[in-house]
C-alpha cells in the first residue's frame, strides 16, 4: 500500500469550507485538480469524477461513495479494472481549529497488484494536484470574507472574527 496525504489551514469554519466540496458543479470555477465531480455524496452512491494533475492528461473515473459525514468526511474508492488490480482510497477530510479555521486533510490511500508499477509515476503529479487543489479551497473559502485574521488577538493568540458584511446582514 502507498498514500499520499495533505493537508492546509483554512480561515473559515468547517461547515463553510464542507459548501463548498459539496458544490460539485462549482468544481471546474475554482479546483485544478478535479476539474468536474458530479453525483450524490452518500454511501454506497457513484461519482463521475475527472481528474487532471499538471501536464497530464484527464482521466475519468466512477468511484463509489463510502463515507460521507457532514463537515467532517467524503470518502470514496475508485478502481482500474476489477478489485485489487490498482485501487484508490480517496478521501477528504476538515478538522475544527480552536482558532476558529478548519484544518483540511486530502489524502489517498493506494493498494492492488499494480500500485508498484506505477505510483513512481504518478505520486509526484498527485501530490502536486493535492497541494494546488487544496490551495485553491483555501483562496475559495477565504476570498468571500466569511472569516478572517484580526491582528494582535488575546493574549499573543490569535483572534477570528466574523465580517461586518455578515455581522449586519449586509451580505
Same mark, same amino acid.
Given at each position: ?32 485538480? *478535479?476539474?468536474?465531480? &458530479?453525483?450524490? =455524496? ?6 463521475? !469524477?475527472?481528474? $487532471?494533475?499538471?501536464?497530464? @492528461? ?58 508498484? *508499477?506505477?505510483?513512481? &509515476?504518478?505520486? =509526484? ?6 497541494? !494546488?487543489?487544496? $490551495?485553491?479551497?483555501?483562496? @475559495? ?31
Amino acid at each position: 500500500m502507498h498514500q499520499i496525504v495533505t493537508q492546509i489551514d483554512i480561515a473559515a469554519s468547517p461547515e463553510h469550507v464542507w459548501s463548498i466540496l459539496m458544490d460539485f458543479p462549482a468544481y471546474p470555477q475554482w479546483n485544478p485538480f *478535479i476539474r468536474s465531480l &458530479s453525483g450524490v =455524496a452518500k454511501p454506497g452512491e457513484k461519482l463521475r !469524477a475527472t481528474i $487532471q494533475p499538471e501536464e497530464r @492528461r484527464a482521466m475519468t473515473f466512477r468511484p463509489r461513495v463510502l463515507t460521507a459525514t457532514d463537515q467532517q468526511e467524503l470518502r470514496w474508492l475508485g478502481r482500474l479494472g476489477f478489485p485489487g488490480l490498482f485501487d484508490g482510497q480517496h478521501y477528504f477530510q476538515l478538522a475544527a481549529l480552536s482558532n476558529g479555521y478548519t484544518r483540511f486533510t486530502q489524502g489517498e490511500q493506494f493498494s492492488g497488484i499494480l500500485v508498484g *508499477i506505477f505510483i513512481s &509515476s504518478m505520486a =509526484a503529479a498527485t501530490k502536486a494536484g493535492f497541494h !494546488a487543489m487544496n $490551495q485553491a479551497l483555501k483562496n @475559495r473559502a477565504e476570498a468571500n470574507g466569511e472569516w478572517r485574521m484580526e491582528s494582535g488577538g488575546y493574549g499573543g493568540y490569535p483572534c477570528v472574527a466574523r465580517t461586518h458584511a455578515e455581522i449586519t446582514g449586509n451580505l
